[in-house]
């Protein structure tokens, strides 16, 4: 099994940023990706960025040009750094990594991430 560990989450203004991190733990080798999904009240979970072992990355339209993805390697530990976050970014976050490419097969608890305007 593969245990996630979300930290970085708030309360910011709009226009502020945060950084969230996702430390991974226990079975790794299979881990193809790693990413983040959000979900906000009344609405479902959806993708925010993933990026792959090699590097590659995917941003969902909403976030491109001010949310990046990085992975240290060395720490197992998938970062989300946000900027210039508006209040319809405001929902809990959380990690994922699958094993396939397709579909998410663990997940963090959360964090929340709020934004006022």
């Known amino acids: 099994q593969v245990q996630l560990v979300e930290s970085g989450g708030g309360l910011v203004q709009a226009g502020g940023s945060l950084r969230l991190s996702c430390a991974a733990s226990?079975?790794?080798?299979?881990?193809?990706?790693m990413g983040w999904y959000r979900q906000a009240p009344g609405k479902q979970r959806g993708l925010v960025a993933v990026?792959?072992?090699?590097?590659?990355?995917n941003y969902a339209d909403s976030v491109k040009g001010r949310f990046t993805i990085s992975r240290d390697n060395a720490k197992n530990t998938v970062y989300l750094q946000m900027n210039n976050l508006k209040p319809e970014d405001t929902a809990v976050y959380y990690c994922?990594?699958?094993?396939?490419?397709?579909?998410?097969?663990?997940w963090g608890q959360g964090t929340q991430v709020t934004v006022s305007s």
């Open positions: 990026i792959g072992n090699s590097g590659n990355t």
């Open positions: 226990g079975r790794l080798a299979n881990i193809i990706r």
């Open positions: 994922y990594a699958d094993r396939s490419g397709v579909l998410p097969d663990f």
